[in-house]
């Protein structure tokens, strides 16, 4: 799954993706800023049919924090 999210990051920031750990901020991604975040969001909602609440969105900091919402998908 964390190859999945690497691949999806990749094409969002259109640059290549170091290898990510579950503890990889978000933020520390090259090209990284809040709206490339919201893509992130919106991209990952669309791929893995889910809707995050604005609690969820808020509180997704970490690659781990993405991987627990997907992991807990019904």
Sequence with gaps: MIETIREMLAEILRREVPTLT????????????????LSILMEAERRFGLTFTAAQ??????????????????
Aim: a negative charge.
């Design 22 to 37: 579950p503890e990889t901020p978000f933020e520390t991604l090259p090209g990284w800023d809040s709206v490339v975040h």
């Design 57 to 74: 969105m808020i509180g997704m900091k970490t690659v781990g924090d993405l991987l627990v919402l997907l992991e807990a998908k019904p």
